[in-house]
């Protein structure tokens, strides 16, 4: 697989078969990934590579929360802005659009939304898990320097014929992670990622993306 099929066939998988992911693999790819670009070399991420009975046993916890009707834990970032102004929240909705129709789920139907919703804490079914930290005392660049990181693993995850899902949403589920876990108290969440081989039966739509000429400028000589 080449980088170019890499990249356009990445893609947030929702659903996954329960495949074993070789340990081998996964270390190909991290070791791999710590070549990401990162400012001044810091290499910020911090990386929990969760498989097995700890990673059931945090999909157990964040099941029985759900089920419980527990408050989420207080985020320790803003993950959008309070008013996303246009043309991102254009963009946000078409995704929810585009993502819940290929469920059958109705906008109106606000339980159906949860229940799908639901699915980021048992992980989508993945039989193997990141959650990527970072240190509270690091600046916005060091937060992009994850980014980079992260959408490394993912390629190399797909030259590996694996998928992913990256999840900010496992921010609000803090607490659970860390009880199994246990990162470092200057450690901050950022996000975990669910791995695994792809469960053929998920229904989806491809997202789209923005015209380039909406997002790109060339400036160059006439």
């Known amino acids: 697989m080449d980088v170019y099929e890499a990249v356009t066939s990445r893609r947030a998988v929702r659903g996954f078969t329960g495949r074993p992911v070789s340990r081998k693999v ?4 991290l070791s ?23 990673l059931a046993e945090i999909k157990r916890r964040a099941g029985a929360r759900l ?16 008013a996303l102004k246009s043309p991102y929240q254009e963009r946000r909705a078409a995704f929810g659009r585009e993502r819940y129709s290929a ?10 939304r949860q229940r ?5 804490w048992q992980c989508f079914g993945a039989p193997a898990a990141l959650f990527c930290y970072v240190d509270r005392g690091l600046g916005r660049p060091q937060w992009s320097d994850l980014g980079m990181y992260l959408q490394t693993v993912m390629l190399l995850l797909r030259a590996e014929g694996l998928h992913s899902c990256p999840q900010m949403a496992w921010s609000v589920y803090r607490k659970t992670v860390a009880e199994i876990v246990r990162p470092p108290e ?3 969440l950022f996000c975990g990622m669910s791995i695994g081989f792809e469960d053929g039966a998920e229904q989806y739509i491809r997202t789209g993306r ?9 400036v160059e000589s006439r």
């Open 103 to 112: 469920l059958g789920v109705a906008r109106e139907d606000w339980e159906a």
């Open 26 to 29: 996964l270390q190909r790819v």
């Open 32 to 54: 791999a990934a710590a070549w990401a670009p990162s400012g001044s070399n810091l290499q910020p991420w911090h990386v929990y590579v969760v498989t097995g009975e700890p």
């Open 67 to 82: 089920a419980a009707g527990e408050p989420w834990d207080e985020r320790e970032y803003e993950m959008y802005p309070a």
């Open 116 to 120: 799908a919703a639901s699915g980021n």
């Open 186 to 188: 200057e450690l901050i």
């Open 210 to 218: 923005a015209p380039l000429d909406e997002t790109v400028t060339f």
